[in-house]
């Protein structure tokens, strides 16, 4: 295959929009949970849920390794969007819509996990070198981080003009253009499956993912650095609506993540000069310890608050690009899919303590336990990439 089986501009075009849709639900549906419980142990366990269907994205490993990579990339966004237009429905029932909200939101974050293994397999095929793969890689994540970064100050704007129900309908009307542009994106690249030994049972398929990862050296470190780093995501995400909530305003709120964008965004416009490196993924992983430990010492003010969140962006944006890019290069294209969701389940199976941690330890007023506890995870996981680099290379 050859890069020009790819609609480049149209391709990022749709990943965008695809973006877009996802960063104004995310923070809607989290503050929606934030002012309507008041409880950040609510939130904490909101977000539970959701890391528990990420923890589970392995069980679906071999499904995306034995099916068409389009079929899987269109099919987990009709999905989405069709859990985005339910939640439309639903949001305005006050007797039924805790409940249902929780199973809809959960089902869209499932989506996620079946559409970027597939969709990283497209793009490796599409492509010839680490460098170019870097490239592409970067140029992705500099897309989704602008438009998370649109979507996020957006979302303030509409949570504070309009209601969580008009705001699900944009949501929806976005999400269903931007399948519509992908499926002309990718239309010309052949829509072929792995061969696959059909009588190799599924529930043993589940753990070739993980059989791969252990024979390389560096996908074994960087998967035990992910199993550290998946306790300090959810917690962070906890910890931001708390911090807002305190500050008076849903601006705050947007205000953080605005931060965490743009440093993303220019850490991917770094990353797209370099080619990828284990040093690198050790370094920035192991420097991004540093402004989150300063939330220590300053998280009551708001403005070095949003300073050592853009920090923690670029350095967490610099390791993530070229971990990705690493992982991609250094998988068989034939347990790419497995290899994926393998990660994806390490990277989120912290998150179901953590959450629930995170909201015992804000409502407890423990701040300064949930980022000690936080810091101390990331420079261990980077310590380990950056010992274990000398042996690799």
């Not at 849709?21 to 904490?44: A, C, E, N, R, Y």
Request: charged share 10%; glycine share 6%.
């Amino acid at each position: 295959m050859t890069d020009t089986m790819l609609h480049k501009k149209s391709y990022l075009f749709s990943r965008g929009l695809g973006t877009l849709s996802s960063s104004i639900f995310t923070l809607t549906i989290i503050w929606w949970f934030q002012t309507k419980t008041d409880s950040s142990s609510m939130v904490g366990a909101m977000n539970a849920l959701f890391s528990l269907a990420s923890s589970l994205a392995i069980v679906y490993g071999p499904f995306i390794d034995r099916h068409p990579l389009k079929n899987i990339s269109i099919g987990s966004l009709a999905v989405q969007t069709f859990m985005f237009f339910l939640l439309t429905i639903t949001i305005n029932n006050t007797k039924y819509s805790l409940s249902f909200i929780l199973i809809f939101s959960t089902i869209a974050a499932i989506c996620d996990e079946f559409f970027i293994p597939a969709d990283r397999a497209i793009i490796k095929s599409t492509v010839k070198s680490k460098k170019e793969l870097g490239l592409i890689n970067s140029q992705i994540s500099l897309v989704d981080q602008s438009i998370n970064f649109l979507g996020v100050a957006l979302a303030g704007v509409l949570l504070n003009f309009m209601k969580v129900l008009n705001v699900m309908v944009l949501i929806t009307i976005i999400s269903f253009i931007g399948i519509i542009i992908l499926l002309f994106a990718i239309k010309d690249i052949a829509n072929s499956k792995r061969k696959e030994n059909r009588k190799t049972k599924y529930l043993e398929e589940i753990l070739y993912g993980y059989k791969f990862i252990k024979k390389d050296n560096f996908l074994k470190n960087y998967f035990i650095s992910s199993s550290l780093y998946s306790f300090v995501t959810p917690s962070l995400i906890v910890f931001l609506p708390y911090l807002a909530q305190k500050m008076g305003s849903s601006f705050y709120y947007t205000v953080f993540y605005i931060c965490f964008f743009v440093g993303f965004i220019f850490g991917a416009l770094f990353s797209g000069r370099i080619v990828p490196s284990i040093n690198t993924v050790g370094i920035y992983w192991s420097l991004s310890f540093i402004p989150l430990f300063l939330l220590l010492f300053f998280y009551t003010n708001g403005i070095l608050t949003a300073i050592l969140i853009f920090l923690f962006g670029l350095t967490s944006s610099i390791q993530n690009i070229s971990s990705e890019t690493l992982i991609q290069v250094r998988t068989k294209d034939e347990f790419l899919g497995r290899v994926m969701t393998t990660f994806k389940t390490i990277s989120s199976i912290g998150g179901p303590i953590g959450s629930l941690l995170a909201g015992f330890f804000l409502d407890n007023g423990w701040v300064w336990v949930l980022i000690i506890f936080s810091a101390l995870l990331v420079i261990t996981g980077g310590g380990l990439i950056v010992r274990s680099s000398k042996l690799i290379n």
